[in-house]
């Protein structure tokens, strides 16, 4: 039998977009992953958590923005989990629940190329497959470059996703509401609710 093959979209979400959405699609299609796990961090080891919105916030517009998707699922691991939150015990979790299934991190560039800063990122190369966004502005060739290199040097699984080139940032959605801008189709619509309703990003 076929191994049940489970995308993981870990993410600070603040707020979550269509780029996030866009990613998870195109990697849930392009390696036939049977569901996709969302993971709102919780306390973070590269954000300080006084600059991240709360828990509560990230939770909900994470579950607003994939309840149209039948595939996804939302996990609190992360927000529940107390202390520092790595990706590294939350792979080795998920992998002792689902002992059977293959995982795929879903991650962007900008995220391999800081991976060698990740609590046992070695170990965490070996636990599972990546697959990695590209970004506006990055260098196709240096960016094959960093896969091959890691895939070689530790023997790794790490896949170039081919997918639209999304320019949407969290930050980009931050600052526009801070400056009184719409964010109308960068984020689904619930979630543009969830933030004007709560009043979110306001200073
Ligand atoms: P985020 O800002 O919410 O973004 C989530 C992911 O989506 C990132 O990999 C990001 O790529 C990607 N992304 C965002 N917008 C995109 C777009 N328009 N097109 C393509 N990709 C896009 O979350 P984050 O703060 O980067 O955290 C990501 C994950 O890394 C979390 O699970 C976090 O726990 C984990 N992490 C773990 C450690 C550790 O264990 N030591 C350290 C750092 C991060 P980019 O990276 O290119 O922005």
Not at 5 to 26: C, Q, R, S, V, W
Not at 39 to 55: A, L, M, V, W
Request: proline share 4%.
């Amino acid at each position: 039998m076929e191994k049940l093959k489970i995308g993981i979209m870990g993410g600070t979400f603040d707020p979550i977009h269509n780029g996030h959405l866009i990613l998870a699609e195109y990697s849930r299609i392009s390696f036939n992953l049977n569901k996709i796990l969302f993971i709102p961090t919780g306390n973070p080891p590269h954000k300080n958590s006084e600059d991240i919105s709360p828990n509560r916030y990230r939770y909900d517009m994470t579950l607003l923005a994939i309840s149209t998707n039948m595939n996804y699922y939302l996990s609190t691991i992360e927000i529940e989990r107390k202390g520092v939150t790595y990706t590294i015990d939350t792979i080795k979790y998920l992998k002792s629940k689902f002992e059977d299934a293959e995982f795929y991190f879903i991650l962007g560039a900008d995220s391999l190329y800081k991976i060698h800063k990740w609590k046992n990122y070695e170990e965490l190369l070996s636990l599972c497959n990546f697959i990695v966004a590209r970004r506006p502005n990055h260098n196709n060739k240096k960016l094959e470059k960093r896969k091959d290199d890691l895939n070689t040097k530790y023997n790794s699984s790490i896949h170039i996703l081919e997918a639209p080139l999304i320019d949407i940032s969290s930050t980009q959605i931050r600052e526009r509401i801070r400056n009184g801008l719409s964010i109308k189709y960068l984020v689904p619509r619930s979630v543009e609710a969830y933030i004007e309703k709560n009043r979110i990003y306001r200073d």
